[in-house]
Nanobody, 122 residues
């Protein structure tokens, strides 16, 4: 049974940092990614990473502030979020795909976690 379990969300002040983790179980995945969804908005791509870690992709809104990484021995993906802004407030979802490269579209991901809330206060 495939499971993705996120952790690390919480409340932080603007300019602060958080590190999200997502532990995958049941199988290994080539692509792991993060999406977020704010109230009343569609789910949006944040970042993705390939198996080797050599290929990464970021949304323009987080480039230079967020870093995605993975530890294949632990089957875990991380999202280091720095210089957080109130507009980063959302539920953050971990996702896994069988694609060869990180993809920005939610329909290209096969498995999803339950999400973790990130709230950035101004």
């Amino acid at each position: 049974q495939v499971q993705l379990v996120e952790s690390g969300g919480g409340l932080v002040q603007a300019g602060g940092s958080l590190r999200l983790s997502c532990a995958a179980s049941g199988r290994a995945f080539n692509i792991l990614g993060w999406f977020h969804q704010a109230p009343g908005k569609e789910r949006e791509f944040v970042a993705g990473i390939s198996w080797s870690g050599r290929s990464t992709s970021y949304a323009d809104s987080v480039k230079g502030r967020f870093t995605i990484s993975r530890d294949n021995a632990k089957n875990t993906v991380y999202l280091q979020m720095n210089s957080l802004k109130p507009e980063d407030t959302a539920v953050y979802y971990c996702a896994a795909a069988r694609a060869l490269d990180p993809r920005p579209n939610s329909y290209e991901y096969d498995y999803w976690g339950q999400g973790t809330q990130v709230t950035v206060s101004s």
